[in-house]
């Protein structure tokens, strides 16, 4: 199978005040399409670092980005963005449904931003939203969903424009035991189901499961897996 992604020396430092720590100590990854990876470490490790680099959210202080044969370390913010909006979706922690639309209106949202109208697209959502057990909250708010069935919608959201890419950062870690793994086996199936990559950022060993690969980010670098941790 041919790389989807590529990262290619990554360097990733920040300043706080007078500080520089260095998170991303020269990372080297290949992801092939189809791929579910588990990217595991402590909180502060560097793994929404590594999630927001890929996006093309941030950049790295040094190396390469290819994404899909496109280094997007090379393009402009404005061509990042547009990149992002159709290569990518994601799935946060939080959820990030705005509270003043309808799950409906939710899932469209992502069309909108790439192209202007939803028109015929609403098919779309209520066929995602019966994937994910939720059309019968089609015109629901999300403020009355309990925190699963708002994941199952941000699940739908991410899908709907049909990325090549999802990237999640911690699904479960807002969620019980019991509905953080139905939200991971459902991720699990529809990825697979669509042949997407999948890349799930989380400090939890519970979901490596689902993974065919499992990377660890400990002292800014990927380094094999303790399972004794």
Do not use: C, W
Not at 141 to 161: K, N
């Amino acid at each position: 199978m041919p790389n989807i992604i590529e990262l290619i020396n990554i360097h990733k430092s920040y300043k706080e005040g007078l500080s520089v720590y260095d998170v991303l100590k020269g990372i080297n990854i290949n992801l092939t399409q189809g791929e579910i990876v588990i990217l595991l470490g402590k909180s502060g490790s560097g793994k929404s670092t590594l999630l927001n680099l890929i996006s093309g959210i941030d950049l790295p202080d040094k190396g390469d980005i290819i994404v899909d044969n496109l280094n997007i370390t090379k393009l402009s913010e404005q061509n990042r963005t547009l990149f992002r909006r159709k290569k990518i979706g994601f799935i946060f922690q939080f959820f990030n449904l705005i509270p003043t639309l309808t799950v409906e209106e939710n899932l469209l949202l992502p069309y909108e931003l790439n192209y202007k109208n939803t028109n015929g697209f609403n098919k779309k959502a209520k066929e995602l939203l019966d994937e994910v057990g939720m059309l019968s909250r089609l015109k629901s708010y999300p403020d009355i969903l309990s925190g699963g069935e708002q994941q199952r919608i941000a699940i739908a959201r991410a899908l709907i424009h049909n990325p090549d890419i999802i990237l999640a950062d911690e699904p479960t870690g807002n969620l019980d035991y019991e509905n953080g793994k139905a939200v991971i086996n459902l991720l699990d199936n529809l990825v697979r189901k669509n042949n997407r990559t999948l890349i799930m950022a989380t400090h939890s060993q519970e979901v490596i499961g689902i993974a065919d690969r499992i990377l660890q980010i400990k002292d800014g670098s990927i380094q094999p897996l303790n399972t004794n941790q």
